[in-house]
């Protein structure tokens, strides 16, 4: 089967860092993509990890554990413009995306 | 220039209409995808073509319909709309199938009244 899970909703103060979690099953498993969606928008890409590790761009970082399909988000320096829904999503064959329910963020002053 | 474009961005239509939903790129990528994200913000894909070609046909009532007169294009034409497809449509493309590097449309919100 095809799992993808993380958080519904989480919240944090402007300034601060947030850690977005994903779990995933998936047969022909080809890479994990964090899109990052606003409301009536359509998604844009933030980040795309195929191999295990660490993968920093800026105030956005993602990682990737293969062995324990797992992979997180990390997100520095809050700003409140990260308000908005963050989607894992997992790459199969064909160039299939597989997407999770997403994760709302909500930033406070 | 947008790279990906899809027509209407709204679409409210009555239970049993047939509509047609348009998507062009311009970014000369051989692969299109249409994916629905439905009132739970999940997204699925429901269809890809390469160079014209069905390459992926998810498990989608045979009401609809892609097609794909060359590869700048994939359309999305639905029979008999329902309540349940009401949704927000995005359309997609990659360079091929082997690239990942999507790049999504803004969207058409059906609405099934």
């Known amino acids: 089967g095809q799992n993808i899970d993380q958080p519904t909703e989480m919240t944090a103060t402007e300034g601060a860092i947030v850690q977005i979690n994903c779990t995933y099953q998936?047969?022909?498993?080809?890479?994990l993509f964090w899109y990052q969606q606003h409301a009536g928008e359509a998604p844009t890409f933030l980040s795309y990890?195929?191999?295990?590790g660490l993968e920093e761009k800026g105030r956005f970082s993602s990682f990737l554990s293969r062995s324990k399909g797992y992979s997180y988000l990390l997100l520095k320096e809050l700003q409140m413009k990260d308000s908005a829904s963050y989607l894992c999503a997992a790459r199969g064959g064909y160039n299939k995306l597989i997407f999770g329910a997403g994760t709302r963020l909500a930033v406070h002053p | 220039d947008t790279a990906v474009s899809q027509t209407p961005k709204y679409l409210v239509t009555q239970m049993g209409n047939d509509k047609s939903i348009k998507c062009e790129q311009n970014l000369g990528h051989d692969t299109m995808y249409w994916y629905k994200q439905d009132s739970k913000k999940f997204l699925k894909i429901m269809f890809s073509?390469?160079?014209?070609?069905?390459?992926i046909n998810e498990t989608v009532p045979n009401r609809f319909s892609p097609k794909s007169p060359d590869k700048a294009h994939l359309n999305l034409h639905i029979n008999s709309l329902e309540l349940g497809d009401s949704a927000v449509y995005f359309c997609?493309?990659?360079?091929?199938?082997?690239?990942?590097?999507?790049?999504f449309g803004s969207g058409t919100r059906l609405t099934v009244v």
């Open positions: 997609a493309s990659s360079q091929d199938f082997d690239s990942y590097g999507y790049t």
């Open positions: 990890n195929v191999l295990d």
């Open positions: 998936t047969s022909g498993f080809n890479g």
């Open positions: 073509y390469n160079n014209k070609e069905l390459i």
